[in-house]
């Protein structure tokens, strides 16, 4: 199974969601979060080659239609119900995939066509992918204020896990990170990257 890479913005309670959607909109999370999911790694580009998404059926849920699939990724929702509607256009069929667990979402990677897999949340589908040897990064954005929230990241198990420097962090997704903490109007967050041991 190839390794993959948890993508989270979570509070210090570890809060990642409120009533099923984001909490916060910070712009440049999110334009980190798309970035980072899509930038295929150097040694790999290729045409016809893009990373994977996979997600759970109420964070698929929660993009906005208009924003769904996420473009240039390769698209995997994960969901009980073999016949759930993603209500696709016939031209987004080929970028999207049903699945009835993780892992047959991860089985289903091709790794000629899809280079970096990122598991992307929510907290049911972070939990499950947690437990896998092959999760080898967590990509963390801190939100250092206090939210709000009714969904929760899984505790990051120090002995699994550390801690990167910021060194490490650029040196993952290929391009300079704004360092230290953050602002954005009342909020404040910092760019992390905890590694698996
Ligand atoms: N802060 C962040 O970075 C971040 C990122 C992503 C999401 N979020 C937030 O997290 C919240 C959503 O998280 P969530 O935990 O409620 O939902 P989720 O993990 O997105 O999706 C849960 C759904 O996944 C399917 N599922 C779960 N376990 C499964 C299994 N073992 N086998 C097959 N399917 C399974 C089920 O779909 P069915 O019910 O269809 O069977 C379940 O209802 C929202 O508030 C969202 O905004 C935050």
């Known amino acids: ?30 334009a980190f979060f798309k970035k980072v999911t899509t930038t295929v790694p150097r040694s790999v580009r290729a045409p016809n080659v893009q ?5 759970g059926r109420v964070t698929w849920e929660s ?13 995997i929702v994960v969901s009980r119900n073999t016949s759930y509607n993603l209500q ?5 069929q080929q970028h999207v995939k049903l699945v009835d667990s993780l892992e047959t979402a991860f089985s289903s990677i091709d790794s000629s066509k899809q280079a970096r897999v990122f598991v992307i949340g929510g907290a049911q589908i972070y939990r499950l992918a947690m437990q896998h040897a092959e999760c080898s990064h967590i ?12 969904t929760f990241f ?9 801690l990167a420097s910021h060194e490490e962090l650029e040196d993952y997704v ?6 230290g903490l953050q602002k954005y109007k009342d909020l404040e967050y910092e760019f992390t990257l905890y590694v698996r041991k």
């Open 1 to 30: 199974m190839t390794q993959f890479t948890l993508v989270v913005a979570a509070t210090e309670e570890l809060g990642i969601g409120l009533k099923s959607n984001l909490p916060w909109r910070i712009p440049k999370d999110m």
């Open 51 to 55: 990373n994977a998404v996979i997600m």
């Open 63 to 75: 993009i906005p239609r208009k924003f769904r699939p996420l473009d240039n990724r390769f698209n």
């Open 88 to 92: 696709l256009e016939d031209d987004e």
């Open 139 to 150: 990509l963390l954005t801190k939100i250092k204020s206090k939210i709000d929230c009714d």
């Open 154 to 162: 899984p505790e990051i198990n120090n002995n699994i896990y550390r």
């Open 174 to 179: 290929e391009e300079a990170v704004p360092e």
